[in-house]
């Protein structure tokens, strides 16, 4: 921890990097030029907090007294899709939060009876129950995908906890009133896994098949990211977690209104389907390769942002932007940071 | 076993149709048909399929007919001018309804032995057709070899690749996809044959030819059906219950048999037809035609009008 610090606060004072030995240094290095092999580079060590309903396993950079930043990942990725974005944030002297969301890495269920819910309200509300349990009164909250809906509905419904939001394909709270209007075909086929998944064969396939799926998905979401098998691989055990399948099964039933909600979210859950503004200020970035959600110039979410935000589309990155465009992705946060 | 055959490079001709069509109580249904060739020749049934039509023997039933048989192409249930006789009667596209219907058209034409001949749901009606009723069967040309459902294992995932392309299928398991469906038939049909035949070029015409078929009344409530019932996610007509209690069992199929895959089949991809040889139980050729898709009557009229010839040749 006092080395993060350490490490963050040289940075920010802009030190000669060449005159700095070890690890420290190999890693600040990468968020200056790519490294060479970043498949490797894990973001350890995790620390793990009780926080409401999870005992959430995350990983933390930067110093503890700077501005915090919340990076959510998405499915079926994991907090690695941060690997580069995480330590070029700390650099410049932000306290990073990574954590593994309900159903990934080595977050778990506290009471084996709390219902396996993947539905929005409870992964909105799992952010907030982790700044409470680290005592972090307000954070910037960034994500894409499962993670940018999270950074939404806490931005949405707890506006005072939150400084500045980023988010990838902008406004993510889902219209469960809306959900059983079909869009264009060539929109409903890219969404084969969300109706493969209503089925018991869906459920079974994803146990059986978890990596292969996830792989699919990375290749037609990416078209243009070319990964190697050490960079799914390091994200794909996240997806061993023994609540991955029922966490996922539900979240894309849930959001189609095929499957019921926890209870104690019910509350959470109805505020949302009001689809309440966002406030606070925001960056929304899509990916002009984005292979699942196309890029869009941001006026179709435009009456959602009620506070400043800006909209930019990132050339040349997919669906994954933080993991495939690092630099533009931890630009927007601090921009957000210096606000 | 495995034969290769040469593809027709011949161009799809767009702007024919197969007309006149005539129309005959059959069954629960009116069925729309065409008929080709001489009235004593014999008779080839040939099947269309999902999301088809029986344009998909625009090439293949003038060859058969000038070659001597009685063709009969109908349209199935759901499709074209085909009609439900009662308004009441359950718009089941279950496999056994599907299958009976052929049977039915036979008897209400008096036919009583036909080459049975389909690709997609209209191979799956012949080879119940054969299975059933093998006495009724002078032989079976089937794309993609043997297509009785086995509803039970209707659960069982595949590969992961193959289940991608299924995502029409899964799409049809919830409303919204029969929302999608009715609003938007021609967009999806024409996404899926081009992911199921990659490498057929077909124009405009072609499609549209074939799509009109799909305005049918009953076509979405037909097809929703289809792909529901074969995961065992929706009941089947009563009235059927008994065939699909023989279906249930995967019976063999005897009759003498050509089974043709596409080499470049997109939705089921080419085999060398050995997963499958303990369904058929009497002689069975099996044979890829290079480059070919899914609509391979369509794609390859000449190997698929000659697999037909070999059966009633004997």
Request: aromatic share 8%.
């Amino acid at each position: 921890m006092s080395d993060a610090v350490d490490r963050g606060r040289r940075l920010l004072l802009g030190a000669a990097l060449s005159g700095v030995a070890g690890r420290a240094f190999a890693q600040a290095g990468a968020s200056v030029r790519p490294s060479a092999a970043p498949s490797s580079r894990r973001m350890e060590p995790l620390k793990h907090v009780d926080a409401g309903v999870l005992n959430i396993a995350y990983h933390e950079a930067g110093p503890a007294d700077g501005p915090v930043a919340i990076l959510l990942h998405g499915f079926p990725y994991d907090i690695h899709t941060y690997g580069d974005v995480a330590p070029q944030l700390a650099a410049r002297g932000c306290r990073v939060i990574v954590p593994c969301l309900r159903g990934f890495g080595a977050t778990r269920v506290r009471d084996p009876a709390t219902l396996r819910s993947g539905e929005q309200a409870a992964i909105g509300a799992d952010v907030i129950a982790l700044m409470d349990a680290l005592g972090v009164s307000r954070a910037v909250l960034a994500g894409h995908n499962w993670g940018g809906r999270a950074a939404c509905v806490a931005a949405a419904l707890w506006p005072e906890r939150c400084r500045g939001m980023v988010t990838v394909n902008s406004y993510l709270i889902q219209d469960l009133a809306r959900a059983m209007a079909p869009i264009s075909p060539k929109y409903e086929l890219a969404l084969w896994y969300e109706y493969y998944f209503q089925t018991e064969r869906g459920r079974a396939g994803l146990a059986a098949n978890r990596r292969k799926i996830a792989r699919i998905l990375w290749e037609q979401w990416s078209p243009g990211w070319v990964f190697d098998d050490a960079t799914f691989e390091r994200s794909a055990m996240a997806h061993d977690n023994p609540d991955y399948v029922d966490v996922v099964i539900h979240s894309y039933r849930h959001r189609f209104g095929l499957a019921a909600g926890d209870p104690q979210y019910a509350d959470l859950q109805r505020r949302l389907a009001s689809l309440p503004p966002i406030s606070i200020p925001s960056i929304t970035l899509d990916g002009d390769k984005d292979g699942v959600l196309p890029a869009s110039d941001g006026r179709a979410s435009a009456s959602k942002f009620t506070g400043h935000r800006i909209h930019r589309v990132v050339r040349g990155a997919g669906h994954n932007v933080p993991q495939e465009a690092p630099k533009a992705f931890a630009a927007a946060i601090m921009e957000l940071v210096r606000v | 076993m495995t034969e290769k055959t040469a593809a027709s490079t011949s161009r799809t001709s767009s702007s024919k149709r197969l007309e006149p069509l005539r129309q005959v109580d059959a069954g629960v249904l009116s069925i729309a048909y065409y008929e080709a060739g001489p009235a004593d020749g014999p008779a080839v049934m040939l099947m269309h399929g999902f999301p088809y039509d029986i344009h998909s023997y625009v090439d293949v039933a003038p060859k058969l007919a000038a070659r001597g048989c009685r063709v009969i192409v109908p349209y199935l249930r759901g499709y074209g001018p085909t009609r439900f006789r009662d308004s009441a009667t359950p718009r089941s596209g279950e496999q056994a309804a599907v299958g009976a219907d052929m049977m039915a058209l036979m008897d209400a034409l008096g036919i009583r032995r036909a080459v049975f001949a389909g690709y997609d749901w209209g191979g799956r009606a012949a080879c119940i057709g054969a299975a059933l009723w093998p006495e009724r069967c002078i032989g079976l040309v089937c794309v993609n070899s043997y297509l009785i459902q086995d509803i039970a294992n209707g659960m069982v995932p595949a590969r992961a690749e193959r289940e991608v392309a299924l995502w029409y299928q899964y799409y049809f398991q919830i409303e919204r996809g029969r929302a999608g469906l009715a609003a938007n038939r021609r967009e999806i049909a024409k996404i899926l044959w081009t992911q199921w035949s990659p490498n057929w070029a077909f124009d405009d015409a072609c499609f549209e030819r074939t799509a009109i078929a799909h305005d049918n009344p009953d076509y979405v409530d037909v097809v929703i059906h289809s792909y529901r019932h074969r995961y065992g996610l929706a009941e089947g007509d009563p009235r059927y219950a008994d065939i699909e209690r023989r279906l249930a069992a995967l019976p063999p199929i005897a009759v003498p048999t050509v089974t043709l895959d596409g080499a470049g089949d997109g939705v089921a991809p080419a085999t060398d037809g050995s997963r499958n040889a303990s369904k058929f139980t009497g002689r069975r050729v099996h044979r890829v035609v290079p480059r070919v898709g899914h609509n391979l009557p369509q794609e390859a009229p000449e190997a698929f009008s000659d697999a037909v010839m070999e059966l009633i040749k004997g």
